[in-house]
């Protein structure tokens, strides 16, 4: 029986058909790469479901703000230039970069609370149907949100009523602007008539 030859990156009969002609051998560098960031993706991926998508970053002091935006940048140039070592480095920095975060944001008597959700219902009214939705306070708390139900952030909300800020929120805006406590009760839009022209 005849022994078959040792398999690397550049025996293509073992690998199987390839477009390209060869797999240079450095392509070993981007496995060790991708190894190397899976314990800091763990690490990012189990605070973010503590305190929610970038909330860390809020809460503690600008020099550690600052400190931690620098180790991602870092990271990433690291990742670009494919530098395995440095990676390993860099990724070793913002694993206690994430750490600190936290450290920071419990010293300062912030905790990982709850998300803020907020469940807004309209009933079945005006021959529409009844809807609920989730509105979190920002993308933060929606990251932490185990609604069922379409999510919106409050910025979301600014941004569709901005978007159907036509003729008739014209006038929602101005009423709600001068009497805070007006409940709008039904909205519809205006239908536009077009009359034939008797000639």
């Known amino acids: 029986m005849a022994r078959t030859g040792r398999k690397s990156r550049d025996d293509l009969e073992a690998l199987g058909d390839h477009l390209e002609p060869h797999v240079p051998r450095n392509e070993w560098e981007y496995d060790q790469i991708d190894g190397a960031l899976k314990p800091l993706d763990a690490l990012a991926s189990e605070i973010e479901a503590r305190w929610g998508v970038g909330r860390l970053q ?10 931690f935006q620098a180790a991602k940048h870092k990271l990433d140039l690291a990742i670009a230039d494919k530098g395995v070592n440095e990676v390993i480095q860099r990724a070793e920095i913002l694993m206690r970069g994430w750490k600190a975060l936290e450290a920071e944001a419990l010293s300062m008597g912030f905790s990982a609370s ?16 009844a809807v609920q939705y989730a509105i979190a306070k920002n993308n933060g708390d929606a990251s932490l949100s185990q609604a069922d139900i379409p999510l919106y952030t409050l910025e979301e909300v600014a941004r569709i009523i901005r978007a159907f800020n036509d003729g008739l929120l014209v006038h929602v805006n101005a009423v709600k602007t001068a009497f805070p406590a007006a409940e709008i009760a039904n909205v519809k839009r205006r239908e536009v008539v077009e009359d034939e022209i008797p000639f």
């Open 58 to 67: 809020e809460l503690v002091s600008p020099a550690t703000a600052a400190k």
């Open 114 to 129: 709850p998300a803020d959700i907020w469940i807004a219902s309209a009933p079945a009214e005006y021959g529409k149907p």
